[in-house]
């Protein structure tokens, strides 16, 4: 790990914490990319990784893209992230090594605002709230903004809708037809939202309990696992694992929009130009998926949780959408590259501004 220094300017980080805890297991990094619209905010991962290098490098991406989700968002958020290198299904010790984690949180004195992600769960962070008040997503009875996942469908739908605006001149759903990878948290709100406007779903799912409730309480269509890349739709909407638009699903897909919730969806920017070629339109991710994360930001506001500002910024996601897509146009470029321009632009003026 000698390139530290190095790593942080590469990807412009104010900070990056290591905490080390052997006495509880505890190995963490925290990495706060920037604070330039407020205090950081993005989850902490669990994972045993294959080095502290590959830690490394994978909480630095992430808390890179935190800045520009959180900033898209029109959040007065930066981004940051955290990951802890150990066994996500670790049961002894599990507490000592969260609070541990909670204390490491609280140095940071609100710098850093932490949340679940891959690995964690509610009671993770529950550990966590004991030494610091710096974490998000916990039930709202515990005074925390619950789950996040039915404010993340409800912001794909609306990006949904945009697009539609945009490719179709009207977002009428009733004439469009999705299909839809994977019926998890998010999914099955989403399914609920787009049947509800009319629209034709074809889903799919390695589990199949999911599709046989989705089935019979919103009568959609299932297709294999592997049939839903085939699927003659207007719409594909990925909400299950990243980098499933590559090569070669790309070649099969017959949509005229991606738009889904899953993050990282494409396999790296040298499938821009083929997207475009295909003349699909692409909703970049980071913009489609916030509704989850601006959940998390309304625990800080003044005053405490307040779902009605948590409505109104995710109704947003359509203006946000639109602005993408359509600007994207005007600069002739990617609609992910505007997506991170944009973002970048907000940052850049509050910098100017402070
Ligand atoms: N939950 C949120 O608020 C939120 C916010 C932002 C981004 N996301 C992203 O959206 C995606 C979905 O999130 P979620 O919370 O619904 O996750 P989830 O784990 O609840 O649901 C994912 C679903 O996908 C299915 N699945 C896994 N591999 C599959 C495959 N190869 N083909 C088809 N189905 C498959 C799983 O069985 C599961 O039902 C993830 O990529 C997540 O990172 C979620």
């Known amino acids: 790990m000698s390139n530290v220094f190095e790593k942080c300017n590469e990807y412009g980080h104010e900070q990056i914490l290591f905490v080390n805890k052997p006495e509880v297991g505890l190995k963490a990094i925290i990495a706060i990319h920037s604070t330039a619209l407020g205090p950081s905010l993005g989850g902490c991962r669990v994972r045993m990784y294959e080095s502290e290098e590959a830690a490394l490098e994978d909480v630095v991406r992430l808390s890179e893209g935190m800045t520009y989700k959180n900033s898209i968002a029109g959040l007065d958020n930066g981004g940051g992230k955290a990951c802890i290198i150990a066994d996500p299904h670790l049961e002894v010790g599990r507490e000592a090594l969260f609070k541990e984690f909670g204390k490491a949180v609280s140095s940071l004195n609100g710098g850093y605002i932490t949340a679940e992600d891959m690995g964690t769960n509610p009671s993770d962070m529950l550990y966590v709230k004991e030494h610091t008040d710096f974490v998000s997503g916990l039930p709202l009875d515990l005074g925390g903004s619950g789950d996040p996942s039915p404010w ?29 990878q994977g019926v998890g948290h998010v999914g099955i709100y989403l399914i609920e939202h787009l049947t509800k406007a009319g629209a034709k779903v074809i889903v799919t799912d390695t589990h199949q309990d999911a599709l046989n409730k989705a089935k019979e309480k919103y009568g959609v269509e299932v297709v294999g696992l592997d049939e839903i890349y085939d699927a003659d739709v207007d719409i594909f909407c990925p909400c299950a694992i990243g980098q499933i638009v590559n090569t070669q699903t790309l070649q099969r897909l017959k949509c005229d929009i991606i738009c889904g919730a899953a993050n990282n969806q494409l396999s790296d920017s040298s499938i821009y130009k083929e997207i475009e070629e295909k003349n699909i339109l ?62 970048k632009e907000r940052i850049q003026k509050a910098r100017e501004s402070a």
């Not at 949904?160 to 299909?179: F, N, P, Q, T």
């Open 152 to 180: 993340t469908a409800i912001g794909v739908f609306n990006s949904i809708r945009a697009a539609c605006k945009v490719r179709y001149g009207d977002e009428d759903l009733s004439k469009r037809s999705v299909s839809l």
């Open 282 to 343: 692409y909703c970049p991710d980071f913009v489609v998926n916030s509704g989850g994360v601006i959940n998390c930001a309304a625990q800080f506001k003044d005053g405490g949780y307040d779902e009605s500002w948590t409505a109104r910024k995710v109704e947003d996601i359509y203006d946000t959408t639109l602005q993408v897509l359509e600007e994207s146009k005007l600069r002739g470029k990617f609609t992910e590259i505007t997506a991170f321009e944009l973002a």
